[in-house]
């Protein structure tokens, strides 16, 4: 059984999308994209300086786009269930149906303008901790004011608040933590920072259409596969100021018995921890055209 994953803001580098602009038709594509969201993609994808796709409005919707290109680069893919993380699950309740492209893509844009207007409120931020007890880090975290933002399983946790709260726990790690790393995010998301983002979110899912997902999708606010469209649009509102539970997705995908998994472009973050909290199942980053073929040989052996 095949997971299709899609990884969250930070994973984005400068030019990545470059190779992929390089297929048949993608560049249209994406041009026809970047006309119907007021965003010029091919421009922020190709030539833009890693500061330029740091800004949260630019690289939401960027992320998007490259994992909708790259899946669709792949041909008819049938996974057994689709996640994705923090702003990924926009672009897997597209793999699942529930939205369409552009309705996908329409969304994160305002997804990523009302979080950057939210983020310029208070200069806040995130950082991951690595190693460590889980019990004892978020217990510590609290004492900080810190938020626990994503609990990633495979013994990473991200921490998010304030400069002045991150800048205590640098001097004040939790016991057992090996090392505090800065993430390449601008704002404290998936916390009470980010409240100002859902009422704007919430207008703007009151315009859409959703579909019920046509595989399983499985949603960060408690690892729990969301049998229809409306609650995943529900969800997607909710969780720009709630904490994403990558852990308990990866619960679920073990019970699911969940046996490859392939992450879209940028791919490498999710793949990372699916190989030290899911030993046997086979992972595969999709980074550049250069590894479709593989990630097509995958998709035959476990579709």
Not at 11 to 22: C, I, S, V
Not at 153 to 167: F, H, M, P
Not at 262 to 276: F, H
């Given at each position: 059984m095949l997971v299709l994953v899609a990884p969250?803001?930070?994973?984005?580098?400068?030019?990545?999308?470059?190779?992929?602009?390089?297929?048949p038709g993608t560049a249209d594509r994406v041009a026809a994209w970047s006309d119907a969201i007021g965003l010029d993609l091919v421009h922020y994808g190709t030539k833009a300086d890693a500061d330029a796709i740091r800004d949260t409005a630019v690289a939401q919707p960027l992320l998007v786009a490259a994992g909708l290109l790259s899946a669709s680069a792949?041909?008819?893919?049938?996974?057994?269930?689709?996640?994705?993380?923090?702003?990924?699950?926009?672009?897997?309740?597209?793999?699942?149906?529930?939205?369409?492209?552009?309705?996908?893509?329409?969304?994160?844009?305002?997804?990523?303008?009302?979080?950057?207007?939210?983020a310029a409120i208070t200069?806040?931020?995130?950082?991951?901790?690595?190693?460590?007890?889980?019990?004892?880090t978020v217990a510590h975290l609290e004492k900080l004011g810190l938020t626990p933002a994503n609990i990633n399983?495979?013994?990473?946790?991200?921490?998010?608040?304030?400069?002045?709260?991150?800048?205590a726990l640098e001097a004040d790690k939790p016991e057992g933590v090996r090392k505090v790393v800065a993430l390449k995010v601008a704002g404290a998301f998936h916390t009470s920072h980010m409240a100002p983002a859902v009422d704007t979110l919430a207008r703007?899912?009151?315009?859409?259409?959703?579909?019920?997902?046509k595989v399983t999708y499985v949603s960060n606010k408690d690892g729990k596969a969301v049998a229809t469209g409306d609650e995943v649009l529900r969800r997607l509102v909710g969780q720009v100021a709630n904490p994403v539970r990558w852990d308990l997705?990866?619960?679920?995908?073990?019970?699911?018995g969940v046996t490859a998994l392939?992450?879209?472009?940028?791919?490498?973050?999710?793949?990372?921890?699916?190989?030290?909290a899911l030993p046997g199942v086979r992972t595969l980053a999709l980074k550049t055209p250069a590894d479709l073929d593989a990630a097509r040989e995958l998709v035959a052996e476990h579709v």
């Open positions: 969250g803001q930070g994973a984005q580098t400068p030019g990545f999308l470059t190779e992929w602009l390089d297929l792949l041909g008819d893919v049938a996974p057994g269930a689709v996640a994705g993380h923090s702003v990924g699950e926009i672009t897997a309740a597209a793999f699942a149906g529930v939205l369409d492209d552009t309705a996908a893509l329409g969304l994160v844009r305002k997804r990523g303008l009302a979080m950057a207007d939210a200069e806040t931020g995130m950082a991951a901790l690595l190693g460590g007890d889980p019990d004892v399983g495979a013994g990473q946790i991200v921490a998010a608040g304030t400069k002045e709260q991150l800048a703007a899912a009151a315009d859409l259409t959703p579909v019920d997902p997705c990866m619960e679920t995908f073990k019970e699911l392939l992450e879209v472009c940028p791919g490498g973050t999710l793949t990372g921890l699916a190989k030290r």
